[in-house]
């Protein structure tokens, strides 16, 4: 039988070759008639059709949902979903939480407690009491 | 009883005890006995007896008789000799027995029909059931009540139970057209007020601006120079006759009309209620002449007093009278023609005037907003005569009022109240702040007229609307011009605008699954939920 070795296949990494969105939809609900939808009305009247043109690879709804507060919802490609309630915002502020939620994937939100993140493995290999400077008595 | 002649002497009673407790007439018994001269007592007491001063009856008819002759004639009255009381007596004919005419009331006599029966006619009741209750406290509380309500009709123009309109129309315009010559009526008013020298709030008028206007307020032409400010293309008649009926205030007389209050007996003019009304109705006149003399305080005096509602009367008495004779049409109201000065710096546009039979007035120029460059400083005022603002379109008003600068607060108030009664629009503080020109409290109005969209989709569908109506411009000339091209959120394709709230069927709706929901449910014989509360369940 003959040996082949492991093709070696490049790693994907999102972002290093292609680049694929991990946003694949936004849901903006609003109301007609509560107060503290007027930010969220005033950002879907001025700001919504550039944010939408200059992201046409998302797909954005927009629907009413009354007596309730104004909420942006994504929608991820791992199937999962982020809401955000954006009552009493400024339309700045419904911009920062738009672009926030573009930005975000669908993976749940982890404390990062170390300096880096790599999938790398260490250059100079893990430490063991076996190797390094002898000791000498 | 027999008569007894009365004895010309005076005779004291004998026995004064028992004769104080009996009759004069009768004797006293222990006198019974013995003739005793006549017990009536001829005291001065007794002496003053109507029929004491003559001697028979016949002397008494007699007299009767000629005293009757005297007043009434020589025809004996027939109920002289008469018994009343007699069934067959005289006095007892009938009026319709005797011939007389009867008196018969219009009420009380039926109106024939088509078919000859009389209808209608008055037949006396047999009964007191089902008759209308007359008199009584209740019955006049009732009539003083409905008296009342009809002078409060008369008087505020509104209805006992309906709120107060505040002057403001309930019929609330929002045509550009029609808000432009309600604006143009309301600066001729106010600048006449003020080239009168008057109070520029017409609202403090006793008629509180609500007047007939005349119909040549709205072709009134205008005419505005840095010199002289704007003028008004109208006659001292008309300027006078619209003076005359915007500060036109109904005389005293006319306020208290006899007929306003009740003209029943004088105990209902005494009852309390009443009274209390003419306290009232005097205070009025004595503020009503007051005002003639000095209109200021009459001003000041009616505000402070807490409750005065014969002040607030629509049309005075008079105008109430003549609505049913129209005013005659007068030719002299015609505007006189406006002698605009010559001009020497040349003509760039001339519009024919809104009404050719006005063909004495002299040429209208108007200046085109951007063909006309700066004046210079030595060349002479221009003056630019501005064109009366008929049916045109909304460009051209504004176009005309944008040259005249409104700086004075009380005239820029004056006019913003008058508008807001005439058009029912109420404009902001910080636009009135910000508006320096006519033209731009016109704009202003306008803009509040304008409906706004309900709901945001809505916004979004008319927002749509007007960015397609707008001329498409390149992206070169738009970045000449500074400007971003503005994309409406509908014409882009990746996004979905509902109108209503997201529900399962518009879900499945968009993968195609619901005609195979709605087979299925078909197939087991169950009932396809309707939208909202419709249908058998609400499915989320």
Redesign the interface.
Same mark, same amino acid.
């Given at each position: 039988m003959p040996l082949s070795a492991i093709k070696t296949v490049a790693k994907a990494q999102n972002g290093v070759g292609a680049f694929i969105l991990q946003c694949k939809r936004l849901d903006f609900h609003y109301s007609n008639w509560a107060g503290s939808s007027r930010g969220m009305n005033a950002f879907i009247r001025s700001q919504l059709p550039v944010f939408a043109k200059n992201n046409p690879q998302i797909e954005i709804r927009v629907s009413p949902r009354g007596n309730k507060h104004p909420v942006i919802i994504g929608h991820y490609i791992n199937g999962k979903t982020k809401p955000i309630c954006v009552r009493n915002m400024t339309p700045e502020g419904v911009r920062e939480k738009t672009e926030l939620l573009r930005d975000a994937s669908g993976e749940k939100l982890k404390r990062v407690n170390k300096p880096v993140t790599s999938l790398n493995e260490s250059v100079r290999g893990i430490w063991s009491p076996f190797h390094g400077a002898k000791i000498q008595i | 009883m027999r008569r007894i002649p009365r004895s010309p002497r005076s005779i004291a009673l004998l026995s004064p005890s028992s004769s104080i407790l009996r009759p004069s007439y009768h004797p006293p018994a222990t006198l019974c006995l013995r003739p005793a001269p006549s017990p009536f007592s001829t005291s001065p007491k007794c002496r003053a007896g109507i029929m004491s001063s003559y001697s028979s009856q016949r002397k008494h008819q007699a007299f009767v008789r000629k005293w009757q002759k005297r007043l009434l004639g020589e025809s004996e009255p027939i109920g002289a000799h008469v018994d009343p009381y007699d069934a067959t007596s005289p006095v007892r004919i009938a009026p319709e027995e005797m011939g007389g005419e009867e008196e018969v009331l219009d009420e009380e006599q039926g109106v024939p029909g088509e078919d000859g029966v009389v209808r209608g006619a008055y037949v006396p009741a047999t009964r007191g059931e089902g008759l209308e209750r007359v008199g009584g406290k209740k019955w006049r509380a009732e009539r003083e009540e409905e008296e009342m309500r009809e002078l409060w009709v008369e008087v505020m123009g509104r209805d006992v139970g309906e709120p107060d309109s505040f002057d403001i129309p309930t019929k609330i315009p929002r045509d550009p057209q029609v808000l432009g010559r309600l604006f143009h009526q309301a600066v001729v008013e106010v600048y006449t007020l003020k080239e009168a020298k008057q109070e520029l709030d017409l609202a403090r008028y006793a008629r509180k601006g609500r007047y007939a206007v005349p119909d040549w307020i709205y072709e009134t032409s205008v005419h505005y120079s840095r010199k002289l400010g704007l003028e008004l293309g109208i006659s001292e008649a008309q300027k006078q006759e619209l003076l005359k009926e915007i500060e036109f205030a109904p005389p005293a007389e006319e306020v208290l009309g006899e007929e306003t209050l009740t003209e029943d007996l004088d105990e209902e003019l005494e009852d309390p209620a009443v009274e209390q009304l003419e306290e009232v109705v005097e205070e009025v006149v004595e503020a009503k002449e007051e005002a003639k003399a000095e209109p200021e305080k009459e001003i000041k005096k009616v505000q402070k007093k807490s409750f005065d509602f014969m002040a607030n009367r629509q049309f005075p008495r008079s105008m109430i009278k003549d609505e049913a004779a129209p005013a005659p049409i007068e030719e002299q109201v015609i505007a006189e023609p406006v002698v605009i000065e010559a001009e020497p710096e040349p003509v760039l546009e001339v519009r024919q005037p809104a009404e050719p039979a006005k063909a004495t007035e002299s040429e209208v120029i108007v200046e085109t907003a951007t063909s006309q460059p700066a004046e210079p400083a030595e060349a002479p005022e221009p003056q630019i005569a501005i064109e009366t603002p008929s049916p045109k379109p909304k460009q051209s008003f504004e176009t005309i009022y944008s040259r005249v600068p409104l700086t004075d607060p009380a005239l820029k108030f004056a006019l913003a109240k008058r508008l807001t009664t005439l058009t029912g629009h109420r404009l902001s503080d910080p636009t009135l702040h910000t508006t320096t020109t006519l033209g731009d409290l016109l704009t202003s109005l306008l803009a509040t007229a304008k409906p706004k969209p #309900?709901? $945001?989709?809505e #916004? $979004?569908k008319l927002?749509h609307k007007e960015l397609r109506a707008q001329p498409k411009k390149s992206r070169a000339q738009l970045a000449r011009e500074g400007l971003r091209r503005?994309?409406? $959120?509908l014409d $882009?394709?990746?996004?979905?605008?509902?109108?209503?709230?997201?529900g399962l069927r518009d879900r499945e709706r968009e993968v195609g699954r619901w005609k195979v929901v709605e087979y299925a449910l078909a197939e087991r014989g169950l009932d396809v939920p309707g939208e909202g509360r419709r249908g058998a369940k609400r499915i989320h």
């Open positions: - | #309900a709901t $945001l989709h #916004a $979004l927002q503005k994309e409406s $959120l $882009l394709p990746n996004v979905v605008v509902r109108g209503k709230k997201e």
